[in-house]
């Protein structure tokens, strides 16, 4: 059985914007249409530029932000003269956030049957990590 593909939209600071589940035989780059819906376009409004990877190039990409209305997708890629490993401005923010979705134990690994299940199951995991901040700063003041 094969992960299914999973895209998330995050604002500036990690907190989940919007996500969508796709069968495996999907790429990143042709499911970006489903995370790029209208839908997404009207709940933020004043989104105005989407930083992605160079996973997301490409005409489909470009097509699909361009049907939401006015978004610009800007491809960040990484330096050619990088060796190893290097953080790369704005796409740090989205492995972050992938970083605490998959500590959950039950994302860590695929064991849901319904890809509603799991972006279910990613939306009640950013609820939990945003109560819990907002909890936090509470006790602080």
Known sequence: ?????IGILVDTLGLLLS???HPANIQDRD????VLSRRTRRLFPFIEQIF???GYQGPKATAAAARTGTWKI?????LDTAIGFEVVPKRWIVERTIAWISRFRRLARDF??????????IRLAMVRI?????TRSNLCR
């Open 19 to 21: 996500v969508a589940v």
């Open 52 to 54: 992605a990877d160079g």
């Open 130 to 134: 945003m109560l819990r901040r907002l």
């Open 31 to 34: 499911g970006i249409a489903l």
């Open 112 to 121: 849901e049957r319904y890809a509603r299940t799991v972006a279910a199951f």
């Open 74 to 78: 800007q491809i960040v890629k990484r």
């Open 1 to 5: 059985m094969r992960q299914p593909g």
